[in-house]
């Protein structure tokens, strides 16, 4: 049976998508967005998301509460959630649903369920679940109890296996598509540093038009999303390191998209050669950058 | 006018399919076998290379010399034949055709004309040229002397700009290519060991097929070149660095290569199976890995 009422912390692109889909399945969905900007407030407004005064109310009032915030940030807001649930007593299942290594989401059962709230680990893969290509993956004890929201539009799928399971997914499938745009980028700001980068074009045109391809469709979805990227990167890199891989490859690509949201939002040409302008001035001033 | 003479070191994969196609069309290939295997020893007689005793012979009767040769290998290579034009007073132009920075190649090429031979960056994109989709690359003084090989059965486009151009696009170009097949190694060795390997496929097939279908192409040469990857990612890394770039992502994938070369050639099933064993070892035994 779909839950009556869900909270979600926060109101981002993808909280808000979450949110306006539950909406529409005459689901109560809470928030609270104290300190968030006018856009989130009006992006959870636009979705039917009701605002809270504080978290202690969002856990008291939900049956369910779904963290979706820059992973990056997962930690700290699963701290506030567990000191809410402390102060409240709340009967309360928390689903940490962020793209997080699973030995960082492990250390958050563990906090939450010492609270007294049960838990989930959950993974979204693709857009908001208003477009489609949205699903839900969840594993941990309270994986059952999160799969109730399969029966209020959104696709869930259930792991075997702990809290872990489910964020693993996660991590490997952004390591390729994430992975994937940021090596093109790097690749492509190197190529323009060094004068080849029309040449280059036309030989990968031909041997892996495909790739290019995949890359192209990506590019312009890059700069706004960098921020949320950079953390997911470390936490691939904290995840691969986890299991004696080697985290220096999604370092390397954190730093990708750290130098990315230092760029404005345009088109992928102008992201490139922002980043270009970046390096330039790393060689010029080390001691700067 | 096509050369009369080209001397090759060494011939493994690639410098035998280049001897295969020059002597195909008429030129006498030599080269230099001093401590190599039976195997390439019997690929240069099926290439028709001529073995020469030393260095010094191949530099005095070779028009030009073509440096092929593993990339961590190319400068102490660059050395020996510097030693040998500088003994012989040779008439030679030698072109180092390795996947290195342009930084390394701007080393070797002051090495080689401060010996007094004419020197020439070139880069190879593709298989040998004994199968479709060979092409070489040149750039610097001795770029247009290296073309006359495009009237000997090779692909040759010379690039405007100096010695480290023709290096510079074989390193973004080979970015892509193995950086991809990388990464795509490395998530799913990470996958299998964090147990999400097949609902992972699932979802990578829904989301990017033609990605996966690209690295299933790749993944069956990968172990036979790892030996090679691995001085050429470090190579990419270096380049990157170079101009301000994240050089770790390379890194992380250099160590990646390093792991699949101590894996025996074997169905890709196989070879993860084998790196995951590693990852094991080193988590059970980290001072020993």
């Not at 967005?33 to 605002?51: I, K, N, P, Q, W």
């Not at 691939?236 to 949201?261: H, K, M, N, Q, S």
């Not at 760029?263 to 790393?282: F, N, W």
Request: charged share 25%; proline share 5%.
């Amino acid at each position: 049976m779909k839950p009556h009422t869900v909270g979600i912390v926060t109101a981002g692109e993808m909280g808000s998508g979450v949110g306006t889909v539950l909406h529409q399945q005459g689901i109560r969905v809470l928030t609270w967005l104290e300190g968030r900007s006018d856009v989130t407030r009006e992006r959870a407004r636009h979705a039917g998301m009701v605002e809270v005064p504080d978290l202690e109310t969002l856990v008291r009032e939900s049956e369910m509460v779904l963290s979706i915030v820059p992973p990056a940030t997962a930690p700290a807001v699963a701290d506030q959630l567990a000191a809410a649930v402390r102060a409240t007593s709340a009967d309360v299942l928390i689903a940490d649903c962020n793209a997080i290594a699973p030995g960082t989401v492990r250390g958050i059962a563990q906090v939450i369920t010492d609270a007294g709230a049960r838990f989930a680990d959950a993974g979204i893969i693709g857009p908001p679940p208003t477009r489609p290509g949205n699903r839900f993956f969840t594993s941990g004890a309270g994986a059952a109890e999160f799969a109730r929201l399969a029966e209020a539009g959104l696709a869930v799928r259930v792991l075997d296996g702990d809290v872990g399971k489910a964020s693993a997914l996660k991590m490997c499938f952004a390591a390729l598509t994430k992975g994937l745009q940021a090596l093109g980028t790097e690749l492509l700001v190197a190529a323009r540093l060094l004068g080849v980068d029309e040449v280059l074009r036309g030989e990968q045109q031909r041997d892996m038009g495909n790739i290019l391809a995949y890359l192209d469709r990506a590019a312009p979805t890059m700069v706004p999303k960098a921020h949320r990227w950079v953390g997911e990167m470390e936490e691939i890199a904290r995840c691969f390191d986890e299991v004696g891989l080697p985290g220096a490859t999604f370092e390397g690509i954190a730093e990708i998209y750290r130098r990315v949201t230092e760029c404005d939002d345009a088109p992928i040409d102008e992201v490139l050669d922002c980043i270009a302008e970046q390096c330039r001035l790393r060689r010029e001033a080390p001691s700067l950058a």
